[in-house]
């Protein structure tokens, strides 16, 4: 199952069972099991797909995790480049950091929010603000050390 927002929580299945099951925002980074299987569930290991800028605001304003927002286009070659090394990311944020895809022509809305000017352009969020940003195509490393800026920058 492919993971996603909704105004409370992250749907993600169950790696064993498959049954669906919401990570609250407010408790993001905390011990979940499945409600089906009881086993343990995880953030999911790659970025999740922004769909709608409530869903975006709610998870934003109540993650106690960090948050890393990738503002991308389908028709951006530098995009495009970057993505592999967003996945990396994500699989190695290990629950310590939520990592996001905004698609800026289907969500219109949170680029105008956020004044994106060009793409990729990345964002960490943290304690519900925004704590950090930067432009252009990023490596992995460049990406995880972005996340350590920002929350630095907040605490």
């Known amino acids: 199952m492919t993971p996603e927002l909704d105004a409370t929580g992250i749907i993600v299945g169950c790696a064993k069972c498959g049954q669906k099951n919401r990570l609250a925002y ?3 980074g905390k011990p979940t099991r ?20 409530k869903h975006f605001s709610a998870l934003v304003l109540a993650s106690p995790l960090p948050v890393l927002v990738d503002f991308w286009a389908a ?7 970057m993505a592999p090394e967003l996945d990396v990311v994500a699989a190695r944020a290990a629950g ?6 905004v698609n800026t022509d289907e969500v ?7 004044q994106i000017a060009s793409i990729p352009t990345l ?14 195509a ?7 050390a972005l996340v350590q800026r920002g929350v630095r920058a907040v605490s």
């Open 96 to 101: 310590r950091f939520v990592v996001l895809k």
């Open 108 to 114: 219109p809305l949170l680029a105008q929010l956020y």
């Open 138 to 144: 990023q490596s992995a490393a460049a990406l995880e």
């Open 34 to 53: 499945c409600g089906g299987c009881k086993e343990p569930l995880a953030l999911p290991p790659t970025p999740v797909a922004v769909q709608s800028a």
């Open 26 to 28: 407010a408790t993001l």
């Open 123 to 136: 964002i960490v969020f943290h304690e519900g603000a925004e704590a950090t940003r930067t432009a252009g």
């Open 75 to 81: 028709w951006c070659g530098p995009c495009k480049m």
